[in-house]
């Protein structure tokens, strides 16, 4: 990985998962991969200046999404978990198969991910708004129908965005409890103060992701 003077892509091991062996996708034009690289080399550029300009980006050094994301057996967990609970959920699990690239990179799609959301945890504003901008881009293109039924509730033609406020909600809510989960877990159990303060961090950067506050 680049040098890394915050400890910001350390965290989830994002650089092990996002190699060359896992990109399958060139002859159909896509290598996320090369695109991972570039990234992290400008945000490792930015991290260092924002040392020097106290950039603390949306959320603080001493807050709970920041104490409980930046243990190592979190950010090498949660991310999983959260991916298995919303595949559960037809309309997230649809939406997410009609739309990605890596249907069959899912490492590549993973680490991705992590980089962006890690980017929003832990970088500076700059970090986090082109983050944000990149994934804004990519959701405007989640929107659709249910093919075929999906159980009594999700008929088909049952319609999702990822601009629903509910489904924006549950991916929220899958990813605060993955990282709660995994932190009692591995680490130590939260207090409950701690636990409070860690889901008001994750409406938060649910809302920066476009989740209207009152979907919580």
């Given at each position: 990985?680049?040098?890394?003077?915050?400890?910001?892509?350390?965290?989830?091991?994002?650089?092990?998962?996002?190699?060359?062996?896992?990109c399958h996708n060139r002859k159909s034009g896509g290598c996320y991969c090369q695109m991972l690289r570039m990234l992290g080399k400008e945000l490792d550029q930015e991290a260092a200046m924002?040392?020097?300009?106290?950039?603390?980006?949306?959320?603080?050094?001493?807050?709970?999404?920041?104490?409980?994301?930046?243990?190592?057996?979190?950010?090498?967990?949660?991310?999983?978990?959260?991916?298995?609970?919303?595949?559960?959920?037809?309309?997230?699990?649809?939406?997410?198969?009609?739309?990605?690239?890596?249907?069959?990179?899912?490492?590549?799609?993973?680490?991705?991910?992590?980089?962006?959301?890690?980017?929003?945890?832990?970088?500076?504003?700059?970090?986090?708004?082109?983050?944000?901008?990149?994934?804004?881009?990519?959701?405007?293109?989640?929107?659709?129908?249910?093919?075929?039924?999906?159980?009594?509730?999700?008929?088909?033609?049952?319609?999702?965005?990822?601009?629903?406020?509910?489904?924006?909600?549950?991916?929220?809510?899958?990813?605060?409890?993955?990282?709660?989960?995994?932190?009692?877990?591995?680490?130590?159990?939260?207090?409950?103060?701690?636990?409070?303060?860690?889901?008001?961090?994750?409406?938060?950067?649910?809302?920066?992701?476009?989740?209207?506050?009152?979907?919580?």
């Amino acid at each position: 990985p680049p040098s890394d003077p915050r400890g910001i892509w350390a965290v989830s091991g994002i650089w092990a998962v996002s190699g060359n062996e896992y990109c399958h996708n060139r002859k159909s034009g896509g290598c996320y991969c090369q695109m991972l690289r570039m990234l992290g080399k400008e945000l490792d550029q930015e991290a260092a200046m924002a040392i020097s300009t106290g950039d603390t980006g949306y959320f603080t050094d001493d807050s709970m999404i920041r104490r409980v994301m930046r243990k190592r057996a979190v950010g090498l967990t949660y991310g999983l978990r959260a991916l298995v609970i919303g595949a559960v959920h037809p309309l997230l699990y649809v939406g997410t198969a009609e739309t990605t690239q890596h249907r069959a990179t899912p490492y590549t799609r993973l680490a991705l991910t992590g980089q962006l959301f890690e980017a929003v945890f832990f970088g500076t504003r700059e970090e986090a708004d082109r983050a944000l901008v990149f994934t804004g881009k990519r959701h405007a293109r989640v929107v659709g129908a249910l093919p075929e039924d999906a159980g009594d509730k999700h008929p088909a033609g049952t319609a999702y965005s990822a601009y629903d406020p509910h489904l924006m909600f549950m991916t929220m809510a899958f990813t605060f409890d993955s990282a709660e989960v995994m932190h009692d877990l591995l680490v130590r159990r939260l207090t409950d103060t701690e636990r409070e303060d860690l889901y008001q961090d994750y409406v938060r950067w649910g809302e920066l992701f476009g989740m209207p506050r009152e979907a919580a």
